[in-house]
Structures are given as structure tokens and as C-alpha cells.
């Protein structure tokens, strides 16, 4: 967020800096993001990717890097009398707008602190408008990779009479009771807003203003979208975000029939 910002004034001229950091490091994350998420092909890596794609989960993930979130989520789900895996999908989502939180406070506290206004202070709102795509757009894998883990289910059965459960705890059987209550009314529609609705919010601000991309206001808010691209390829980003979650997709739909399949 700080690159993004400083960058944002250097390009305007309102300060001396590079302008390609930020660029650099929406690349970096991208290309660590898909890393990852190949590590949810369950296959025998080589030791040394194996230990790269340990590694790169560690610089994209908050799931694993911080803390010990299984047992987290275990304490909150006896608090809430909540199976943990319908706990970590509620959780998972909210950490966005936790994150946003924290930031949203930290700027009132940075300006009170310079003594500027956050009234109608234009600022102070491209500033928060900027740590909110930034943060969205780094959780946002994580986010759907949680929702899409409520599909993850195996036949436990026979073929010829299959009895599906969920991955992620066998003693939940899917598609009812319990289960199919926490899809239809949190996994779906939390799949809709972070796969489809924010990124064409996202895009129908750029596409609104992509006469006007370089202009102060726009640029401000929006610079880490489409920093680095064409005016004409403003759109790109979303191409990739896409990409994602339809890799996401694969992985655990395909896990259905074969690795082989997810492989391919």
C-alpha cells in the first residue's frame, strides 16, 4: 500500500521515486498465488519444489504463516457450538474486512496526527479506497479457496451406490442437513460477491474512467489494478484474477475423477 501510494505521487509529480515497485510486486504476488495454488494437487513433488511451494505458501497465505489457525478455529467452534470447518469458512471471509478495519483506523490516526482533516478530505478517501483493493485483492484466492472447500467431497461408499462426505471433516455428509444449509446460504453467494461481484466493480470503475486512466483521482485509487499495462489492456488484471479462480476451480471439482485430470 505504501509502494502503491508513493508511486502514485511520483508519477503525478508530487515527489521524487520509481514507478514500477508496485508493479513488480502485484507480478511477484500473482505468480506466488498460482504457485500455491498448485499445491492443492495432491502429487509427489520433487524435494525441491516441494519446498518452494512450502515456502511461497508462507509468503501469499495467512492461513498457516502466522499462526496456528486450526486451533483457532477448533476454540471458536466449541465456543459457537460450530463444526470447524463451517467456522473457518465463516471466518476466512471476514479477515478482509478486519484487515480494512485496521486500516481505515490507522489513516484517521495518521491524518489527526498531521492535523488534516478526514472530512471531505479527497486524500484521505483515495488513500482508503487504495488500502481496500490492495487487501482485497491479496486475500481474495484465499477467500475462494476456503468457499470452494465446502465442494470438496469424496465417496466413502460404493460406486454403484455412492455415499459423499466432505474432504475436509468425513463426519459431515454432503449435500445435506448441516452441509447443504452452509452452501446455499454462505458458500455460494460469498463465491458470487469475491469471484464476480467486487472485480466487476473494480472493472466497471475502470472502464468508466478509462478515458481518464492517468487522471489524479483515478489514478489514486486505482494505479495497483492496471499500473505497468497499456491504457488499451486496462482490463488485464481482471483476465488474471479470473484465471485464478478458475484454476481454484479445477483443482477442486476435478479432484472428482483423477489427479491425472487435475494435472492436465
Known amino acids: 500500500i505504501k509502494q502503491t501510494l508513493q508511486e502514485s505521487h511520483a508519477l503525478l509529480g508530487l515527489e521524487n521515486g520509481k514507478i514500477n515497485d508496485a508493479a513488480l510486486l502485484r507480478i511477484f504476488t500473482n505468480f506466488t498465488q498460482i504457485f500455491v495454488l498448485i499445491m492443492g494437487v495432491p502429487i509427489s513433488w520433487p524435494n525441491l519444489v516441494g519446498s518452494s511451494l512450502s515456502t511461497g505458501s508462507k509468503v501469499t497465505s495467512f492461513d498457516s504463516a502466522v499462526l496456528s489457525t486450526d486451533c483457532f478455529f477448533l476454540l471458536l467452534a466449541e465456543f459457537f457450538d460450530v463444526r470447524p470447518v463451517f467456522m473457518k469458512t465463516l471466518v476466512v471471509p471476514m479477515v478482509p474486512v478486519i484487515y480494512v478495519m485496521f486500516g481505515f483506523l490507522f489513516w484517521i490516526a495518521r491524518f489527526l496526527c498531521k492535523k488534516k482533516s478526514i472530512v471531505k478530505n479527497e486524500e484521505f478517501s483515495q488513500n482508503v479506497i487504495t488500502t481496500i483493493v490492495i487487501i482485497c485483492y491479496n486475500i481474495q484466492p484465499d477467500v475462494i479457496q476456503t468457499c470452494f472447500s465446502l465442494f470438496r467431497c469424496q465417496n466413502l461408499y460404493r460406486d454403484d451406490s455412492p455415499l459423499l462426505f466432505l474432504v475436509e471433516d468425513y463426519d459431515v455428509q454432503c449435500w445435506e442437513g448441516e452441509h447443504l444449509r452452509w452452501v446455499l446460504i ?67 471439482f476435478s479432484a472428482f475423477s483423477s489427479v491425472n485430470l487435475q494435472i492436465y
Open 186 to 252: 454462505f458458500a455460494i453467494p460469498c463465491l458470487i460477491l469475491w469471484a464476480i461481484v467486487m472485480p466487476g466493480i473494480v472493472l466497471w470503475q475502470l472502464r468508466k474512467n478509462k478515458q481518464d486512466l492517468k487522471a489524479p483521482d483515478v489514478w489514486k485509487k486505482y494505479c495497483f489494478i492496471y499500473n505497468g499495462y497499456r491504457n488499451q489492456k486496462y482490463y488485464w488484471e481482471m483476465i488474471l484474477m479470473m484465471a485464478k479462480v478458475i484454476l481454484i476451480s479445477v483443482i477442486v
